[in-house]
């Protein structure tokens, strides 16, 4: 289990990780179709954890702000150790 700043608890599983496919699409993203962030989120954490991660970042007004998500993911990714997986 691990933590970001915000308080934000998550648990990555490391067979989501082992995936050829996963590699490929995180190598297509861009800033010009952010739709590829969505899918490599949800690929790492699965449905359910980018389900609630958004509903953490949520603000009063309803909105899960794109500096918010970015900031997250940013931690999220400083965790995940691709060398590991191939070990």
């Not at 179709?33 to 609630?52: R, S, W």
């Not at 509903?55 to 940013?74: A, C």
């Amino acid at each position: 289990m691990a933590k970001t700043k915000s308080g934000f608890e998550f648990k990555i599983d490391k067979d989501r990780l082992d995936d050829w496919e996963l590699i490929e699409r995180m190598a297509n993203i861009s800033d010009e179709d952010p739709k590829g962030y969505m899918t490599m989120m949800i690929d790492i954490l699965g449905n359910d954890q980018y389900v609630a991660l958004k509903e953490h970042l949520r603000t009063k007004e309803g909105r899960v702000r794109i500096t918010s998500m970015r900031r997250e993911m940013d931690e999220i990714f400083g965790d995940v150790d691709f060398a590991e997986v191939k070990n």
